[in-house]
Antibody, heavy 122, light 111 residues
Framework: QLQLQESGSGLVKPSQTLSLTCAVS??????????WSWIRQPPGKGLEWIGY???????YYNPSLRSRVTISADRSKNQFSLKLTSVTAADTAVYYC??????????????WGQGTLVTVSS | QSALTQPASVSGSPGQSITISCTGT?????????VSWYQQHPGKAPRLMIY???NRPSGVSNRFSGSKSGNTASLTISGLQAEDEADYHC???????????FGGGTKLTVL
C-alpha cells in the first residue's frame, strides 16, 4: 500500500522560504505514469493545486505560484520536495502531497499524505 | 476564488439522497472526463471517492455515484448516513496554464 508522509518546518517567518518534503513508501516515485503533486488548503477554505513533478523529473506549476515555487525529487531517498519563497500570511495552509495518477485515460489524486500545517508568522 | 463552483453547503436527513454540483467550463469539466470527487472529514486528508466522472475506487460504497452534463459534474450520495457528514471537493484536469483545478468545497450536513 502506497503511503506518503509530509515533513518540514511548521512555522515560517514572512519573506522567508517554506520547505517541505514528502517521503513515499510502498512504491517508487520513478514509476512510469505517475506525477507527484503538492496541494494546499488555507484554514477553512478549499484545495489549491501547487504543482507536480513527473516521474521523468519534468515539473509543472500553478501559474499563480510559478514565480515562487520549486518542486524537486530525490530518487535515492524516494521523496520529493517543495520550496516556496517569499512567503506571506496568505501562504498559511495545510500542505498535502499526493500521487497524481494521470495516464491510460484516467486522471485523479489517488493517494494523499496526512497533511502538515505551515503557519507564516513573525 | 476557486476555478470550479460548488455550493457552500448541502444537507439531508438519514436515508435521503443529496446531490452536489460542480460547475466549470469547456476547458476543464466540460472538456474532459477527468472529474474526481474527494471526501474530507475534519482534520483529515481528502479521500478519493469518485474518479473519471463516475468510477468508484475499491472500498468506496456504491451509495456514492457521479455524473456529468456539459460543464457541470455532480456527486450523488444515496441512503445518507451520519458518517457521510464531511466536506466534499471536486477536481478536474484542465487545459491551458493550470492543469489541475479544484472547487471550493461543499459542507454536507446530515440532519
Amino acid at each position: 500500500q502506497l503511503q506518503l508522509q509530509e515533513s518540514g518546518s511548521g512555522l515560517v517567518k514572512p519573506s522567508q522560504t517554506l520547505s517541505l518534503t514528502c517521503a513515499v513508501s510502498g512504491g517508487s516515485i520513478s514509476s512510469g505514469g505517475h506525477s507527484w503533486s503538492w496541494i494546499r488548503q488555507p484554514p477553512g477554505k478549499g484545495l489549491e493545486w501547487i504543482g507536480y513533478i513527473y516521474h521523468t523529473g519534468t515539473t509543472y506549476y500553478n501559474p499563480s505560484l510559478r514565480s515562487r515555487v520549486t518542486i524537486s525529487a530525490d530518487r535515492s531517498k524516494n521523496q520529493f520536495s517543495l520550496k516556496l519563497t517569499s512567503v506571506t500570511a496568505a501562504d498559511t495552509a495545510v500542505y498535502y502531497c499526493a500521487r497524481d495518477y494521470c495516464a491510460a485515460g484516467s486522471c485523479h489524486f489517488d493517494y494523499w499524505g496526512q497533511g502538515t500545517l505551515v503557519t507564516v508568522s513573525s | 476564488q476557486s476555478a470550479l463552483t460548488q455550493p457552500a453547503s448541502v444537507s439531508g436527513s438519514p436515508g435521503q439522497s443529496i446531490t452536489i454540483s460542480c460547475t466549470g467550463t469547456s476547458s476543464d469539466v466540460g472538456g474532459y472526463n477527468y472529474v474526481s470527487w474527494y471526501q474530507q472529514h475534519p482534520g483529515k486528508a481528502p479521500r478519493l471517492m469518485i474518479y473519471d466522472v463516475s468510477n468508484r475506487p475499491s472500498g468506496v460504497s456504491n451509495r456514492f455515484s457521479g455524473s456529468k452534463s456539459g460543464n457541470t459534474a455532480s456527486l450523488t450520495i444515496s441512503g445518507l448516513q451520519a458518517e457521510d457528514e464531511a466536506d466534499y471537493h471536486c477536481s478536474s484536469y484542465a487545459s491551458g496554464s493550470t492543469l489541475r483545478v479544484f472547487g471550493g468545497g461543499t459542507k454536507l450536513t446530515v440532519l
